[in-house]
């Protein structure tokens, strides 16, 4: 969106340049190549999706490099899809939970538990549901893909939203409701704008971790059915079973590439054009680049592009939807509200109640305790790994984050490659370690455990890395004058300093582990299978073979073992980084 | 009180009668924060809502401008009752309340955006509104890169834009550096006597009384505990008044003392110097600095023991609602006394003044468990117990049956920082507990 300045002085300048307006300048026909060839890829992308399922039996994926930049168009597109789908999710679900009482109830405690349920555990329900939904069509498998693309994205996104409108400043609120502002004003004027920095952070997050679930959504065998949808994601399948070498490692080159155009031509000039909704009332020293933003903002033709289009959006914001309401309502109201919440809260416990008897029905019919002590000890034992990479990276990356965050310089260069590397879909760079456990014959157990936390390791070092770039200098300057040193130093200054950072990070590193388990406990090279046994490989094996009941409990086990670690572990640490240690 | 309230004629603007406001603090008793207060705004003059913090004079503004529904009473806006903010109200707030993400010119359109007026003749008013207001030039620049009174000159434009017939105003000036918030003041003054704002009457809420007296025609001076109207004043003092006048002078003074007046009218309606009895009364959170530093000043040249509020105040630079809870919570602990808009220490404020370090601590100790009730019960149970120590908890609790959640919270945090002082027993953050052993 761009504005016009609407101050009178620049309307005197704008008329001097108005003679040459028409003629488009050298950054409009940068800035109009690059949307008109993006426009031309979307029409293309959008299209062949809609292709018919025999297409992906007729045209199989094949490893002609001339072939992956449309497999790459394709990947991209998914997440594309995937990310709107977030986003509208997000304004419905936590805007709903923000206003309702009684949704919110519901809401957020399944939000929670959905953060904790395996991605990629699902695939199995989904592929056959959409299938079934779009029969003959490709779409039914894409609509999979993107599904679980989208259930990987889209709980932190709506926390974030959430949270920010239920924390939307009283006095903004106040005006807000003094001006009259409808609802749908306000969510625009008001709620959407604070929540947008959180919100935007959140959807970055979410686009680093759903790299990683295009990948290993695209090629996928549930029983006997298997589908390859053109990607880089099937390439990859391929190219494993191949054997290919080469083919892989175009796969991480396009991988990459991927990462840092979508970086670049989306989520930059998203975040330098959201700067200005940081709440902070003041002037901040730094403010984000991005030089597509700088480009499109000096364009002369986009401009007058724009001018529509904000005069359509201020024809919006004039729509009326619902007049707001007063705050304070009667006893006798209160009196009533309680008695149906009470209801209503009745209602969700029965109903929870029915879905876990059925639950357990469903899974003892089908299975016997012996199976589900086998979940639980192959859940154990990847518990133990997560427990032991996480302690390994931590004890890797947290001295190293600190030392690049107070070096401003050099962070300023590490700190976008961390993130680069925690979006980087680590499963792309599988192979290379099978073939290396299988040619020196090493154990499984031990050495397939390092690629969960691959990928995951990175979102550690960057968030220690923010931590100790943000660490006040005045508390840096009484360390260095009351000369702590060394361990001192650690325990007293630099630890307590970053802990509420590595805290997200090691948050964030866990679930992504455990999401990743499913992918790294069972490996393939060509004909040879690998395997470490824990839940991870269960699950993997129980989708391959379309054994549902095993799905289902192998995906129960492992949310059961998420939550209860988040909660004991990871939520008091969290709170007491919040009370003890902000530094703020 | 009757005789205080104007009786109603057709041409009030805005009528307020019998309004109540109490909310349910999930103790035994429902909180009152308005009882029974009446007001009647007409055309043409300024009116000040003057009183302590708890006073509820900001929970009456909100009621009239619609934000707030009050559990009892009727307010009318041009004899029409309010429900929803009228369209003839608009309201200035003491922190601006500007939307950041939006520019100057936005933030003034905003109103007009929302009463549904087209593009072009939003932006016509927005510019004359800003041109009004004095912020020509700053039209596109985001409220971060203006300082405070530029900030709050927006906030006036804003309301002004939507032409209404009253405008309410929060403290509009206290979130300023005294030299900003005069300039406004006066450029306000100077629209107003000049009749250029499009506005017919004024209600301002504050707690500063110069600024009362410089600006209102009336000033309703509120008591806390509930908030009620106690007194009106009608300042007849011809614009622009001079704050160095001895009238000007005499109508300060005179609101000081009716605020500290021991049967006063701004007296606390139920006895107490803080809402609540025994263990149960509300305690500000004072800190012992402030406390030491109010009894010094007043123990020192010129004052000698007995200070009057207005230049002590002044001397202080602090205002009412700051000056207020301190001297206050020093007639609670019996280090002085508040009388005639006087402050006068007693023999023991003199003592703590002149001793050291230990001797305060000692003083304080002993002030604070023979007069704060809570004080004395939670070192009294410390005692009691075997290993002389207890969970911060129960006392919350204890305190939750006749306050709310936050004022307990509140409470036991300020009994937690004196006694600490005192060293009349420790509290242990982590674990929440408070003992009788310092840690080693």
């Given at each position: 969106?761009?504005?016009?300045?609407?101050?009178?002085?620049?309307?005197?300048?704008?008329?001097?340049?108005?003679?040459?307006?028409?003629?488009?300048?050298?950054?409009?026909?940068?800035?109009?190549?690059?949307?008109?060839?993006?426009?031309?890829?979307?029409?293309?992308?959008?299209?062949?999706?809609?292709?018919?399922?025999?297409?992906?039996?007729?045209q199989?994926?094949?490893l002609?490099?001339a072939?992956?930049?449309?497999?790459?168009?394709?990947?991209?597109?998914?997440?594309f899809?995937?990310?709107?789908?977030?986003?509208?999710?997000?304004?419905?679900?936590?805007t709903?939970?923000?206003?309702?009482?009684?949704?919110?109830?519901v809401?957020?405690?399944?939000?929670?538990?959905?953060?904790?349920?395996?991605?990629?555990?699902?695939l199995?329900?989904?592929?056959?549901?959409?299938m079934?939904?779009?029969?003959?069509?490709q779409?039914?498998?894409?609509?999979?893909?993107?599904?679980?693309?989208?259930?990987?994205?889209?709980?932190?996104?709506?926390?974030?939203?959430?949270?920010?409108?239920?924390?939307?400043?009283?006095?903004?609120?106040?005006?807000?409701?003094?001006?009259?502002?409808?609802?749908?004003?306000?969510?625009?004027?008001?709620?959407?704008?604070?929540?947008?920095?959180?919100?935007?952070?959140?959807?970055?997050?979410?686009m680093?971790?759903?790299?990683f679930?295009?990948?290993?959504?695209e090629?996928?065998?549930?029983?006997?059915?298997?589908?390859?949808?053109?990607?880089?994601?099937?390439?990859?399948?391929?190219?494993?079973?191949?054997?290919?070498?080469?083919?892989?490692?175009?796969?991480?080159?396009?991988?990459?590439?991927?990462?840092?155009?979508?970086?670049?031509?989306?989520?930059?000039?998203?975040?330098?054009?959201?700067?200005?909704?940081?709440?902070?009332?003041?002037?901040?020293?730094?403010?984000?680049?991005?030089?597509?933003?700088?480009?499109?903002?000096?364009?002369?033709?986009?401009?007058?592009?724009?001018?529509?289009?904000?005069?359509?959006?201020?024809r919006?914001?004039?729509?009326?939807?619902?007049?707001?309401?007063?705050?304070?309502?009667?006893?006798?109201?209160?009196?009533?509200?309680?008695?149906?919440?009470?209801?209503?809260?009745?209602?969700?416990?029965?109903?929870?109640?029915?879905?876990?008897?059925?639950?357990?029905?469903?899974?003892?019919?089908?299975?016997?305790?012996?199976?589900?002590?086998q979940?639980?000890?192959?859940?154990?034992?990847?518990?133990?790994?997560?427990?032991?990479?996480?302690?390994?990276?931590?004890?890797?990356?947290?001295p190293?984050?600190?030392?690049?965050?107070?070096?401003?310089k050099?962070?300023?260069?590490?700190?976008?490659?961390?993130?680069?590397?925690?979006?980087?879909?680590?499963n792309?760079?599988?192979?290379?370690?099978?073939?290396?456990?299988?040619?020196?014959g090493?154990?499984?157990?031990?050495?397939?455990?390092?690629?969960?936390?691959?990928?995951?390791?990175?979102?550690?070092l960057?968030?220690?890395?923010?931590?100790?770039?943000?660490?006040?200098?005045?508390?840096?300057?009484?360390?260095?004058v009351?000369?702590?040193?060394?361990?001192?130093?650690?325990?007293?200054?630099?630890?307590?300093?970053?802990?509420?950072?590595?805290?997200?990070?090691?948050?964030?590193?866990?679930?992504?582990?455990?999401?990743?388990?499913?992918?790294?406990?069972?490996?393939?090279?060509?004909?040879?299978?690998?395997?470490?046994?824990?839940?991870?490989?269960?699950?993997?094996?129980?989708?391959?073979?379309?054994?549902?009941?095993?799905?289902v409990?192998?995906?129960?086990?492992?949310?059961?073992?998420?939550?209860?670690?988040?909660?004991?572990l990871?939520?008091?640490?969290?709170v007491?980084?919040?009370?003890?240690?902000?530094?703020? | 009180?009757?005789?205080?309230?104007?009786t109603?004629?057709?041409?009030?603007?805005?009528?307020?009668?019998g309004?109540?406001?109490?909310?349910d603090?999930?103790?035994?008793?429902r909180?009152?924060?308005?009882?029974?207060?009446?007001?009647?705004?007409?055309?043409?003059?300024i009116?000040?809502?003057?009183?302590?913090?708890?006073?509820g004079?900001?929970?009456?503004?909100?009621?009239?401008?619609?934000?707030?529904?009050?559990?009892?009473?009727?307010?009318?806006f041009?004899?029409?009752?309010?429900?929803?903010?009228?369209?003839?109200?608009?309201?200035?707030?003491?922190?601006?309340?500007?939307?950041?993400?939006?520019?100057v010119?936005?933030?003034?359109?905003?109103?007009?955006?929302?009463?549904?007026?087209?593009?072009?003749?939003?932006?016509?008013?927005?510019?004359e509104?800003?041109?009004?207001?004095?912020?020509?030039g700053?039209?596109?620049?985001?409220?971060?890169?203006?300082?405070?009174?530029?900030r709050?000159?927006?906030?006036?434009?804003?309301?002004?834009?939507?032409?209404?017939?009253?405008?309410?105003?929060?403290?509009?000036?206290?979130?300023?550096?005294?030299?900003?918030?005069?300039?406004?003041?006066?450029?306000?003054?100077?629209?107003w006597?000049?009749g250029?704002?499009?506005?017919?009457?004024?209600?301002m809420?504050?707690?500063?009384?110069?600024?009362?007296?410089?600006?209102?025609?009336?000033?309703?001076?509120?008591?806390?505990?509930?908030?009620?109207?106690?007194?009106?004043?009608?300042?007849?003092?011809?614009?622009?008044?001079?704050?160095?006048?001895?009238?000007f002078?005499?109508?300060?003074?005179?609101?000081?003392?009716?605020?500290?007046?021991?049967?006063?009218?701004?007296?606390?309606?139920?006895g107490?110097i803080?809402?609540?009895?025994?263990?149960?009364?509300?305690?500000?959170?004072?800190?012992?600095?402030?406390?030491?530093?109010?009894?010094?000043?007043?123990?020192?040249?010129?004052?000698?023991?007995?200070?009057?509020?207005?230049?002590?105040?002044?001397?202080?630079?602090?205002?009412?609602?700051?000056?207020?809870?301190?001297?206050?919570?020093?007639?609670?602990?019996?280090?002085?006394?508040?009388?005639?808009?006087?402050?006068?220490?007693?023999?023991?404020?003199?003592?703590?003044?002149?001793?050291?370090?230990?001797?305060?601590?000692?003083?304080?100790?002993?002030?604070?468990?023979t007069?704060?009730?809570?004080?004395?019960?939670?070192?009294?149970?410390?005692?009691?117990?075997?290993?002389?120590?207890?969970?911060?908890?129960?006392?919350?609790?204890?305190?939750?049956?006749?306050?709310?959640?936050?004022?307990?919270?509140?409470?036991?945090?300020?009994?937690?920082?004196?006694?600490?002082?005192?060293?009349?027993?420790?509290?242990?953050?982590?674990?929440?507990?408070?003992?009788?052993?310092?840690?080693?």
């Amino acid at each position: 969106m761009v504005f016009l300045p609407p101050n009178r002085a620049s309307l005197s300048e704008a008329t001097r340049l108005a003679r040459n307006r028409i003629v488009p300048n050298i950054h409009d026909i940068v800035a109009l190549s690059i949307m008109a060839a993006l426009l031309v890829l979307l029409a293309h992308g959008a299209a062949a999706m809609r292709g018919s399922a025999e297409l992906l039996v007729s045209q199989p994926v094949t490893l002609d490099p001339a072939n992956l930049p449309e497999y790459a168009l394709r990947t991209t597109l998914r997440m594309f899809a995937a990310i709107i789908a977030s986003l509208v999710f997000t304004f419905i679900v936590a805007t709903l939970a923000a206003k309702s009482r009684r949704a919110e109830k519901v809401i957020i405690p399944a939000l929670d538990i959905l953060q904790s349920v395996p991605v990629l555990g699902f695939l199995t329900f989904t592929v056959t549901f959409f299938m079934g939904l779009f029969p003959g069509s490709q779409m039914g498998a894409e609509c999979a893909a993107i599904f679980a693309i989208f259930t990987s994205q889209a709980w932190n996104m709506t926390f974030s939203f959430y949270q920010s409108l239920r924390t939307v400043p009283h006095d903004l609120d106040e005006v807000s409701r003094g001006f009259g502002l409808s609802a749908w004003q306000r969510f625009w004027r008001l709620e959407a704008p604070f929540a947008a920095p959180g919100l935007i952070w959140n959807t970055m997050m979410s686009m680093s971790g759903g790299w990683f679930f295009v990948v290993a959504s695209e090629a996928i065998t549930v029983g006997h059915t298997t589908v390859e949808l053109p990607g880089i994601g099937s390439w990859l399948a391929l190219a494993i079973d191949k054997k290919d070498f080469v083919a892989v490692g175009w796969a991480v080159l396009a991988m990459g590439v991927l990462i840092l155009i979508y970086d670049r031509l989306l989520f930059r000039p998203i975040v330098a054009w959201a700067d200005k909704f940081r709440s902070e009332q003041t002037a901040s020293q730094e403010k984000p680049r991005s030089w597509v933003y700088d480009l499109l903002r000096r364009t002369r033709l986009v401009k007058t592009i724009g001018v529509p289009l904000a005069w359509g959006w201020q024809r919006l914001m004039l729509v009326r939807l619902g007049r707001p309401q007063l705050k304070v309502q009667t006893a006798e109201q209160q009196n009533l509200s309680r008695l149906s919440d009470r209801l209503w809260l009745a209602f969700i416990a029965i109903l929870a109640g029915a879905g876990a008897i059925f639950t357990a029905h469903y899974i003892h019919s089908e299975l016997g305790w012996s199976d589900v002590a086998q979940a639980f000890g192959g859940g154990l034992a990847t518990l133990l790994r997560v427990i032991v990479l996480i302690a390994i990276a931590s004890v890797i990356w947290v001295p190293i984050g600190v030392w690049i965050g107070l070096r401003p310089k050099v962070a300023e260069r590490v700190q976008p490659l961390a993130q680069f590397l925690a979006a980087f879909p680590a499963n792309v760079l599988f192979p290379f370690a099978v073939l290396a456990i299988v040619a020196t014959g090493a154990s499984p157990n031990i050495w397939l455990s390092p690629l969960m936390i691959l990928g995951t390791q990175w979102y550690i070092l960057f968030n220690v890395i923010a931590g100790a770039s943000a660490f006040p200098s005045d508390l840096k300057e009484v360390a260095s004058v009351f000369k702590l040193r060394s361990w001192s130093w650690w325990r007293n200054v630099m630890l307590p300093g970053i802990f509420p950072y590595y805290v997200t990070g090691a948050l964030t590193a866990t679930g992504g582990s455990w999401n990743a388990s499913i992918v790294a406990e069972l490996a393939s090279w060509g004909n040879t299978r690998i395997e470490a046994y824990g839940l991870g490989s269960y699950i993997a094996k129980a989708t391959e073979a379309g054994d549902f009941p095993r799905v289902v409990l192998g995906i129960a086990v492992m949310s059961l073992f998420v939550t209860l670690f988040n909660r004991l572990l990871w939520r008091p640490l969290y709170v007491f980084a919040e009370r003890r240690l902000r530094l703020d | 009180m009757n005789n205080l309230a104007i009786t109603t004629n057709e041409t009030a603007l805005i009528d307020v009668k019998g309004v109540c406001q109490t909310y349910d603090n999930g103790g035994a008793e429902r909180l009152v924060v308005l009882d029974d207060v009446a007001l009647t705004l007409r055309p043409s003059e300024i009116v000040g809502l003057l009183g302590r913090s708890g006073s509820g004079k900001s929970t009456l503004l909100r009621s009239i401008a619609g934000l707030i529904k009050p559990t009892g009473g009727t307010i009318t806006f041009e004899g029409v009752p309010v429900t929803g903010t009228p369209d003839g109200v608009a309201m200035v707030f003491q922190s601006f309340a500007l939307f950041p993400w939006l520019t100057v010119l936005q933030n003034v359109e905003l109103g007009l955006e929302a009463r549904g007026i087209a593009p072009t003749e939003r932006r016509k008013r927005a510019l004359e509104a800003i041109d009004l207001i004095g912020l020509d030039g700053f039209e596109s620049a985001y409220p971060k890169e203006l300082s405070g009174g530029m900030r709050q000159r927006v906030g006036l434009a804003r309301a002004l834009v939507v032409h209404p017939k009253v405008l309410l105003m929060d403290e509009p000036f206290s979130a300023l550096d005294v030299l900003t918030a005069e300039t406004l003041r006066t450029d306000l003054l100077d629209l107003w006597s000049e009749g250029r704002m499009p506005i017919k009457s004024i209600l301002m809420v504050t707690h500063n009384i110069e600024e009362a007296v410089l600006m209102c025609d009336r000033v309703l001076i509120f008591s806390s505990n509930p908030g009620r109207v106690a007194a009106e004043i009608r300042i007849d003092l011809p614009q622009p008044r001079d704050r160095l006048d001895p009238a000007f002078r005499a109508l300060v003074d005179d609101i000081y003392a009716r605020m500290t007046a021991r049967k006063g009218v701004a007296e606390p309606a139920r006895g107490g110097i803080f809402p609540g009895t025994g263990i149960a009364m509300m305690l500000p959170r004072v800190s012992t600095n402030l406390l030491a530093g109010l009894m010094e000043a007043v123990a020192a040249e010129p004052y000698r023991g007995q200070a009057d509020l207005p230049p002590l105040a002044a001397s202080l630079q602090l205002e009412i609602d700051d000056l207020f809870p301190i001297a206050e919570t020093l007639q609670l602990l019996h280090f002085a006394e508040l009388a005639e808009g006087d402050i006068r220490l007693k023999p023991a404020g003199k003592r703590f003044a002149e001793g050291d370090v230990d001797e305060r601590k000692r003083l304080f100790a002993m002030q604070l468990a023979t007069h704060v009730p809570l004080a004395a019960h939670i070192r009294r149970v410390l005692d009691e117990r075997a290993g002389h120590v207890a969970p911060a908890r129960r006392f919350r609790d204890e305190l939750e049956d006749h306050m709310s959640e936050e004022n307990a919270e509140q409470t036991v945090r300020a009994v937690t920082s004196w006694a600490r002082y005192a060293e009349l027993f420790a509290y242990d953050e982590a674990a929440d507990i408070f003992t009788l052993e310092n840690p080693a």
